[in-house]
């Protein structure tokens, strides 16, 4: 499957963007889709995940209640609504895509092998 990212951009600290991860194929609903970033100079870090057609979700702690994914597989895309941005999560969004994600491992970059290309998000204070 590929992936395309868009929905980056910059805004203010408090404000709000929407990501948009669009996948070709017709199996996109098969896959576990998850969100990470990457900050200058920082490792990349997992954001959120959602599994393949019942759509559970997992969120990093740090974006609990104020992000919240989901998907469409009708239309093939992946959402990230992102609220309350703050400036140190300025960084580039990746969308990464995976068959067979466990549980365990959905935080794990390793554990997706298609990514998208990436959104730049920047917040600023």
């Known amino acids: 499957v590929q992936l395309q990212a868009s929905g980056g951009g910059l805004v203010q600290a408090g404000g709000s963007l929407r990501l948009s991860c669009a996948a070709s194929g017709s199996t996109f609903s098969t896959y576990a889709v998850a969100w990470f970033r990457q900050a200058p100079g920082k490792e990349r870090e997992f954001v959120a995940a959602?599994?393949?057609?019942?759509?559970?979700?997992y969120y990093a702690d740090s974006v609990k209640g104020r992000f919240t994914i989901s998907r469409n597989n009708a239309k093939n895309t992946v959402f990230l609504q992102m609220n309350s941005l703050k400036p140190e999560e300025t960084a580039v969004y990746f969308c990464?895509?995976?068959?067979?994600?466990?549980?365990?491992?959905?935080?794990?970059?390793?554990?997706?092998?298609?990514w998208g290309q990436g959104t730049q998000v920047t917040v600023s204070s």
């Open positions: 959602i599994r393949q057609s019942g759509g559970a979700t």
């Open positions: 990464a895509a995976g068959r067979g994600v466990i549980l365990s491992a959905l935080s794990s970059s390793a554990a997706y092998h298609s």
